[in-house]
């Protein structure tokens, strides 16, 4: 299934292009961005290898992650999507599509994750139809917790990853707030 371009009222989602990597790696550079998903800069290698499974998940899944951009200005807003990551992880994500989510640093605050997190939402509602959608999210990283909550996501269990703490939430097709 090719990679899909979505649009909301203020942003538009593509598939990740070459193009995309400059504000991409940006991005995973800074140190407000990172401070609740690795903890510390990305290299540059570590932000390109992002950009080709980002991609390359599409092709391999059938669903992957998106560019987002803001849609008059086209300022990269950040990266929002589904993959099957192949956590080492209790309890296990493997073959669901866990949604993820990273907002340049200018763009929190906005709106523009509840809008991109929804757009994605409705995209595998209506093309794959899961069951459950799992997310993960450091337990210190509130704004992502609200906006999890907000697009029907719930807690189902606290565990660790690569040694700190997160919660694994679940948002059910049947309990969607919309």
Do not use: C
Not at 5 to 25: I, K, M, N, Q
Not at 45 to 50: D, L
Not at 121 to 130: G, N, R, V, Y
Request: aromatic share 10%; charged share 25%.
């Amino acid at each position: 299934m090719p990679a899909p371009t979505l649009a909301t009222p203020r942003l538009t989602l593509t598939p990740p292009t070459l193009a995309d990597f400059e504000d991409s790696r940006a991005m995973w550079a800074d140190p407000v961005v990172v401070r609740h998903v690795g903890r510390r800069p990305f290299t540059e290698e570590e932000s390109w290898t992002r950009l080709m499974r980002a991609r390359g998940l599409w092709e391999m899944l059938g669903f992957g992650y998106w560019a987002v951009r803001e849609t008059s200005t086209g300022r990269y807003v950040g990266e929002v999507g589904f993959g099957d990551l192949r956590r080492e992880l209790e309890p296990s994500l493997y073959g669901l599509p866990e949604m993820g989510w990273v907002l340049a640093a200018w763009s929190h605050g906005q709106g523009f994750g509840t809008e991109a997190v929804r757009a994605g939402l409705s995209w595998i509602d209506e093309t794959l139809a899961p069951e459950v959608v799992p997310s993960i999210i450091d337990v210190e990283n509130a704004a992502s917790i609200a906006l999890a909550i907000k697009v029907g996501f719930r807690l189902k269990t606290h565990a660790t990853y690569r040694g700190a703490p997160i919660l694994v939430m679940e948002r059910r097709r049947d309990t969607d707030p919309d």
